[in-house]
């Protein structure tokens, strides 16, 4: 899609990290933002600097794992801005993290709601316009987690792994039919953001009792590990290039490209799956 200017984007997760710089991005080349996230007050002041700058913002108050909250996203957007053009469904949260027998049916249900329920909402919600339209392009954001396949993160791999694919579905349903609509799936390694501080929008009624308390040392340690990823406005840059440019892939990261082959091969050989150590492995071996 390269006709940007004066059309719409709408971000989820709009209120930090990569969604801000998409939204940020997009208002810089003329678009009208419709900023979504759960996080009333982030979202407030995300949309004050896009303002600032002149940007022409709407926010909403968006819950995506929530079908009527993200029913209402899409229907202030037509209201305010009559359609949509670029939809980025990148609200995301870490999930409940540990090996598989400690993970709570809890811990399951809140990265999957939001990850992977978020994204099946925004394309039930958006995609029929687009079509309609004939223009338009939507950006799922996934992860290397959707490509490999690391220990102590189950739920986000879930999730990750099933974004990937619905995003290759997608397009290989868009390409059947000519539709000049398109898609990328964003596969992110490590950027900066505060999504190591997700716990921070895990709904009350999702936190088990007896969960044991955050290690702050923990929280601390993957503070600077994260603080080293990759500039948010960079992953941006990417994703308008994708855009513009109608690439699915969008890949991030140099270190995955190992570990995703490796996989790739364990399966085209029936052999072991490689992945060990941890998501962040690849940085420090
Ligand atoms: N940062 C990384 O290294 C990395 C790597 C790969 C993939 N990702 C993915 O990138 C996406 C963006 O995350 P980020 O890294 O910018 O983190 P972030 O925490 O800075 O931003 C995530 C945003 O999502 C919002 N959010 C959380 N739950 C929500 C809900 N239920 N409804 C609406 N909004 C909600 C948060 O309030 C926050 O503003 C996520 O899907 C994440 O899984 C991140």
Known sequence: MQDLEGKTAVVTGAAS?????????????????????????????????IEAAGGTVLLVPTDVSDEASMDHL???????FGAAHVVCLNAGVAGGG????????????????????G???????????????????LVITASVAGLTSYPGTGPYNA???????????LHAELAEERSAVGVSCLCPGRVATR????????PKELIDEDA?????????????????GKPPAEVAELVLKAVVEEQFWIETDEVFREPIRARH?????????????????????
């Open 212 to 228: 044991p308390l955050p290690d702050e040392e923990a929280r601390k340690i993957l503070s600077g590990v994260f603080a080293r």
């Open 98 to 117: 540990g090996p598989m027998e400690t993970l709570t049916t809890n811990d399951w249900k809140w990265g999957l709601d939001v990850n992977l329920w």
């Open 74 to 80: 899409g229907v202030a957007t037509r209201e305010c």
């Open 159 to 169: 999730s990750k792994h099933a974004a990937v694919t619905i995003a290759e579905t």
């Open 17 to 49: 990290g990569m969604g801000f710089a998409f939204a940020d991005c997009f208002a810089d080349e003329g678009m009208n933002v419709v900023l979504a996230d759960i996080e009333e007050k982030s979202l407030r002041e995300a949309g004050a600097r």
């Open 265 to 285: 091969e364990s399966i085209e050989n029936a052999t072991e799956p490689p992945a060990r150590g941890n998501i962040l492995a690849p940085y420090f071996s």
């Open 195 to 202: 999504i190591h501080e997700s716990d921070r929008n895990r």
């Open 119 to 137: 994204v099946i909402h925004g394309i039930r919600v958006f995609l029929a316009g687009l079509k309609a339209q004939n223009e338009g392009h």
